[in-house]
């Protein structure tokens, strides 16, 4: 089935026009999309009119919804349990939804956990004028472009992954393991579905490489995210009211760009714990 893909940037980023997403979409929509996101590593649908349930069902056709991973007394209200809302709407002068406010540095959703999520999709419910909008660093162009020294140096490493929840910018070092949810992931991992190798650490939740020496692991973490930001590797979305977008968290880290405190920003998250791998829609 040809489907009707923009490229949105050279790093990555496709945008898929003339699909409904209330709608059940038949396997070679499904095949379709899921191979367009593989390739565009970030799809976005626009002009979407979705519910949560519609949201749950597209995530669904990929694979398995991921649980809601925030812990329990930090939940404000109920949705539906796979839905996390990130938004800056208070009452009582009390965000109602998680991550409410500004910048958020370069990371990957739930890393601090032994099995990540594959991806993560974002509905733009409500958009701010300036600024708020999402960055997306292509990790298999960092990988390929890094120097040969680093690669070869910190191949076969592990990295731990630590997250305090509610935190957009690393403000320590080191996170307290005994409070925090944390986890080791290889720094370089080969993506299942595309067989590409990508980067797998992030300025937010990476906090050291296991058994190496600390100031040359710090060294070589820093020369990583500086290519992280390297504008020729990055997407930035800047959003509209009905945006709907999913991303691949194996290949791509995403930020986000501050904003005015007194603008809305409202975002509804569903993640895909884990992909069917695409085979399974070859006839
Ligand atoms: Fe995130």
Known sequence: MDLDVRRLSP?????ISGVDLRQSLDAQTVA??????HEHLVILFRDQDISDLDQVRFIQ????????MRPKQLREREYHPAVMMITNIRENGEPIGAIPDGE????????????P????SLFALEVT??????????????????????????????AVHAFEFGTTVKAKRRYDRSKGAHHPHPVFKRHPATGREAVFVCPLLTEEIIDFPEDEGEEL?????????????????IWRKGDFLLWDNRCVMHARTDFPRDQIRQMRRVTLHQEDLPGRYQS
């Open 11 to 15: 790093a990555c980023g496709g945008e």
């Open 32 to 37: 379709a999309i899921h191979a367009a996101w």
């Open 61 to 68: 056709s990929l694979g398995t919804v991921g649980e809601y």
């Open 104 to 115: 958020m540095m370069f990371h990957t959703d739930t890393s601090y956990d032994a099995s």
């Open 117 to 120: 999520h594959d991806g993560t």
């Open 129 to 158: 004028e300036d600024g708020g909008h999402t960055l997306f660093s292509n990790q298999y162009m960092v990988h390929d472009s890094l120097p040969e020294a680093v690669k070869t140096r910190l191949a076969g490493r592990e």
């Open 221 to 237: 973490l820093q020369t990583i995210y500086a290519y992280q930001e390297r504008p020729e590797f990055i997407y930035e979305h």
